[in-house]
């Protein structure tokens, strides 16, 4: 209902406004992205740097439901009439509306689903291949994507479009999957790991009886997880184990000091259970990212999916352990619409296979410097990065 | 009490049969090795086959307690009178009385409280050093040590002297540690992950209120990891993601389906959540074991520590690891021994550094055909590999 009340309230509330909508269906999390044509704007034949006319000035939205929750998302589809599609009039009604592009293994899953209470097909767009298409999207086009953080410090980087390839993908949804990108559509899966964020969401959920991720998460700023995990010095009596570059204060074992007393869950604060997973999942997410960079010799590493949500300590300790792991040779990123990678490549994929009308390779422009919604005072690095929002963009039409 | 009782019945009440002792204290464990003589031993002058005089018969023994229950190790080792150490007569002390050979961080932690209790001082010899030497002893002198398992089969292997290095030796302690080994104290530990055998103990004895590590894994037997873990069929739909190799019984998500129903920690069974964590710390430590092992080039894995236990499914789920991300290229092998590497490799450190009068190199033969205590029957392949055992052997004075 939240999800509703936001979007109504968007300034899209008018139907006709609506077109292309697209969905990425996790285990967890369902993702959309849609755009919606600015009511002020004419189809006018500006002819633009990339020589093509009939843009259309809008905005890409971004939302999310959990999946457990896939008919408050199927309500949110209906209420804001997104299968009206196309960039055409009403009157002229396309074939993308018995369509929509979705990716994600609930494509397949919940493919009768749609078919049943929305009258649509989901046209299923493969999902490695829409992680990939989103993040090369974002990447190139979107300015203020990508940044590093370490020791508490933000940094924008600045993608020099030359040399993006290759890199490593990592796509933290509900499991891990670990892609080698070399280019546009060329890449592969090299890895993957079932340790992610449903891990986190799952064994959390056990142990704290929080009801939300986003809860679980508040929890962990406020704990510290040296109540539970056993530390180097732990078991050195204080001391370092220095001969192997081991610190007194490193984890030798997560959650092994839950051991060595005679606490049960209850005696334990939720808020150090909880940060004392999110450092176990976000270290071990790190270091099997790094140990494939390096089999590929790849020094930059993308972050995406829906576990990190802009959390600093969860960035900070996949940042370190990186660091530590590669002695600085490789260098972890995150991006800014972590999430949406998948919604976003499958919301690309209408012109690639379908839809002749528009741009083969960029179906959206986002401007150099992407504004959010209205928000003027936009400041990419004071926001919560995560949050649900929308990028004025311009679709054009060939 | 358990050990009080299983040593005195074996035949080494006699405090005049014992000698050396040495002794690894880690975050969880402490585990001791000793040797005993043969009663019936005369310390004959026979030539051996190694050029070396003066060998007592006797045997190894193994022992091991929780470190939260160190005052029961004091009182066995006191009670059994350990300390009488050497192979000289009581009647002619030598210096090793004063102190024992000890490895791990409580080498250093407990220092103090075995000089008050027991009034010896702990001689501290570097973990990874020890653990490499009791690993390179173990698999050069004890046949029907090493071992692969796969798809239940178990099988020994025959380690050629010439052809052991380089291996990637993984102890899986309350951490767990990876080193490449080259030789004889030829080694670099070169990774390592806080994810081990205190991970699978420590938050299995906060979701299940077990209370000892062998009651979670005897319960993680009669489990079922799919109650808990999120399966790719699941995301799915039933189906395989077959374009990247993961079929639909493959976990996308360990934990992840305690997310997608109201079920609080009481509504799952101890049973299916020890087994879904036993499975997801092993297939983890299989991983970066490989992930290290291909870095290297190292084909061959050894898992020692005492996370493992003999247990079928941690060494099945090991085994497939390994198996699955090296596509066959890496093995995954097992040893008998595997809890008591820094134990032994304390006690050969006591010749190297301080006793002449032993061999400088060897100072244990252990039969070809190892036999184990008395049981004349033993078939390694069957018994539980890794209880408390002592093993015949031969100890040489130069």
Redesign the interface.
Known sequence: MDHLREIQTDGISNPREISRLAIDI???LIKLVYFSKDSSDHEDPLNDSVGVSNGVNGRLHFAKFE??NINDCLKFISANKLLLGGFQHQENPTNDRSFIKAT???A????DLFKEKLGISLEKE???DCLVTGANFLLKAVNHEAFTYLNGQKEFVQIDHNDLYPYLLVNI???VGMVKVDGDGKFE?V?G???????F???G???T?CQSFDELLELSHRGNNRV???L?G??????D?S??GLSSTA???????????NN??DD?KPED?SRSLLR?IS??IG??SY??A??FGLKRIFFGGFFIRGQSYTMDTISVAVHF?SKGEAKAMFLRHEGFLGALGAFMSYERHSLDDLMINQSVQIPVDASCGTDTNYNPLERDLNETESMQCRVYQA
Not at 234 to 239: F, K, L, P, V
């Open positions: 996790g285990g967890s999946t457990i994600g293994g609930g397949y899953k919940f493919s493969d999902e490695m949804g509900s499991g899966r890895s790991t079932s340790v992610g964020g449903g891990t969401w799952g064994l959920k056990l142990l009886k539970v995990d056993m180097v732990d078991i050195y009596g204080g001391m184990y001969k192997i984890i030798a074992s997560s959650f092994g000091r839950a051991i060595s007393n049960e869950l334990y259970v176990m270290n071990n270091q099997i140990l494939n390096l089999r792991w």
